[in-house]
C-alpha cells in the first residue's frame, strides 16, 4: 500500500499520516506556547515478522514526522511505553508482563523493574492479531452469509447450484476491501445472484453494502456488539440501510468460538515470549492489561489460565502507551538538561 487517491487528489502514505501528526504537533505547541521539534512515537513490537517490511514501515513514519515538522524523531515499543506508564503509578520492584492488545497488533513484553524504577526488558514479541481480526471472524462466521455468502448464485444446467465465489466472500471480511465488489467483473456476479440466485434479498442487500459504501457502517455495527460483549451475555449487530435489513444476534459464547483460532495465536504468544524471558509463570507478579481488546473476558480468562499467580492490572485501555511516552520524554529532557 503506497497511497490513496481522496477527491481526485493522490497522497502517499506518509503525507496521510503528516496530516494528523501535523495537527498533533500545532496543537501542542497552542497549548505549550513554544515550538514543538521532537517527537517520541511508539510503534508495535512488529509491524511484519519480514524485518525489511518492518523496517521500512517505520521509516514511511518517520519521513512523515520529518513532513509535520518534527526535526527529531525516536520511537519506543509500545509495551515498554505501557509499562513505564504503570511503574510511575506503582514504582516498587516487580516483574510484569505487558499485554498490549490493540485495534492491530498484540504486544506482549516481559520485564523486570527495579526498586528505583529502572526497566530491564527480558522479551519482546510481536503478534499480528488485533482487534480487526476479530471483527473480520464475526463478519466471516456471522454476518457474511446475510449478504449470500452461503447462497447460490445461479443454478447449473444441471440443476447443480453455482456457489458464492470465495474470492468475493474474502472481500467482505475487511471494511477496507468491501469498495474492490464494485469492479465491473464483482458487480456482474452480485448482479447474477440477483437474477437467478436462491436468495434475491441477500444479494441486493451485498449489491447496496457495495455500491452505497456501507461495508464501514457495517463494521461499526459489528465493533459495536462486540464491545457490548464484554459487558453483557449476548448483543445484536444492527444494520438498517436502504435494502440492508440486518438484525444478527451474538452471544459471548458464540463469539468465543467464532475466534478460536485468534485465542490460540494469543496463547502461543504468551507461551512464546515467557520461554523467551527465561521465566517460568509463577515469576510473573503483575500482567498489565492495556489497549482494548485486552478487555475481552475470553482474553483475560486466557491470562488468569496461563499466568495463575499474577495481579492482572487493566490499566488505561486507551492512555496507558501515550501516557508512558510522555514520562519517558519527560525522563529523557530532564537527563539531558
Do not use: C
Amino acid at each position: 500500500y503506497q497511497g490513496s487517491a481522496i477527491f481526485g487528489t493522490y497522497y502517499t502514505v506518509e503525507e496521510l499520516i503528516a496530516f494528523i501528526l501535523r495537527h498533533v504537533r500545532q496543537r501542542s505547541e497552542q497549548y505549550l506556547g513554544q515550538p514543538v521539534q521532537q517527537a517520541l512515537i511508539g510503534r508495535p513490537v512488529t509491524f511484519s515478522h519480514d524485518p525489511a517490511v518492518d523496517q521500512r514501515a517505520e521509516e514511511k513514519i518517520r519521513r512523515a514526522a520529518h513532513l509535520a515538522g518534527f526535526a527529531q524523531v525516536d520511537f519506543m515499543p509500545e509495551p515498554v511505553a505501557a509499562a513505564a506508564f504503570h511503574v510511575n503509578r506503582t514504582p516498587h520492584e516487580q516483574t510484569l508482563l505487558v499485554f498490549d492488545f490493540g485495534g492491530g497488533t498484540l504486544d506482549l513484553t516481559v520485564l523486570k523493574v527495579s526498586a528505583t524504577g529502572q526497566q530491564q526488558v527480558l522479551a519482546s514479541l510481536g503478534i499480528l492479531v488485533g482487534g480487526d481480526d476479530l471483527d473480520s471472524a464475526i463478519m466471516r462466521g456471522k454476518v457474511a452469509p446475510h449478504f449470500g455468502t452461503q447462497s447460490a448464485i445461479d443454478v447449473n444446467f444441471d440443476g447443480r447450484l453455482i456457489p458464492f465465489p470465495e474470492h468475493l466472500a474474502e472481500l467482505l471480511e475487511q471494511w477496507q476491501t468491501i469498495p474492490a465488489l464494485t469492479r465491473p467483473e464483482n458487480l456482474q456476479i452480485i448482479q447474477r445472484g440477483i437474477q437467478y440466485g436462491n436468495n434475491r434479498a441477500a444479494f441486493q442487500a451485498l449489491e447496496t453494502l457495495a455500491t452505497q459504501n456501507y461495508g464501514f457502517a457495517l463494521f461499526q455495527a459489528i465493533e459495536q456488539a462486540k464491545h457490548e460483549l464484554s459487558q453483557q451475555l449476548a448483543s445484536t449487530i444492527k444494520l438498517q440501510l436502504a435494502d440492508i435489513h440486518l438484525a444478527v444476534e451474538l452471544g459471548r459464547e458464540e463469539f468465543n468460538g467464532l475466534i478460536g483460532t485468534e485465542r490460540a495465536e494469543v496463547r502461543r504468544g504468551i507461551r512464546e515470549a515467557m520461554a523467551a524471558a527465561g521465566l517460568n509463570p509463577e515469576q510473573v507478579e503483575v500482567v498489565v492489561a492495556t489497549g482494548g481488546s485486552s478487555s475481552i473476558p475470553a482474553f483475560q480468562a486466557l491470562l488468569r489460565h496461563e499466568i495463575p499467580g499474577a495481579e492482572i492490572v487493566v490499566s488505561d485501555l486507551f492512555g496507558s502507551v501515550t501516557g508512558g511516552l510522555a514520562i519517558h520524554a519527560y525522563q529523557h529532557q530532564l537527563a539531558s538538561a
